[in-house]
């Protein structure tokens, strides 16, 4: 795949449907079929006060923070987070990303997967569904998620 500009990638904005402190903007940059043949690679933002929502990947989740000042939210605690920060997100942890800074919270997700699913705790507008991923995924092989709530 040659270098793609992530600033000029088309994002998605993405909301809880019951929690207005769930509103995110991504962009799939690369998955299987699409540039990359095993992996897939997101960019995704979150203004200050908003945060990710809850939820688990169904395949192992890197993330490396770009810039803003955030918590990395899981099922063992919170963890603060910030430019140069890098941590794995292993298969069914539950977890949240909040921007608890002034600034956007700009990330990049790497996976260890050409294509994978993510269960949120919320239904997530637009796609009114508990249920995102990647374009091309069906699901099938893929992990059980943990239990909601």
């Known amino acids: 795949m040659d270098p793609v500009a992530t600033n000029d990638v088309p994002r998605i904005t993405v909301v809880g449907a019951e929690d207005d402190s769930v509103q995110w903007h991504g962009a799939f940059v690369a998955y299987g079929g699409h540039g990359a043949d095993e992996t897939t690679t997101i960019v995704f933002e979150i203004d200050p006060g908003k945060r990710l929502g ?7 989740e890197t993330q490396y923070i770009v810039a803003g000042t955030g918590e990395l ?3 063992d605690g919170v963890f603060p ?5 890098v941590f794995v997100l292993p298969t069914n942890v539950g977890h949240d990303v909040v921007n608890t ?3 956007t ?3 990049v997700g790497f996976f ?4 994978f699913t993510q269960i949120f705790d919320n239904v997530m507008q637009p796609i009114n569904s508990h249920v995102l991923g990647t374009p091309n995924r069906d699901g099938t092989g893929a992990p059980p998620p943990r239990k909601l709530g």
């Open 54 to 60: 809850w939820h688990t990947d169904q395949t192992e």
């Open 73 to 75: 939210h899981r099922d």
């Open 81 to 85: 987070i910030g430019p140069g920060s």
């Open 101 to 103: 800074g002034t600034e």
């Open 105 to 107: 919270l700009r990330c």
């Open 112 to 115: 260890g997967s050409a294509m």
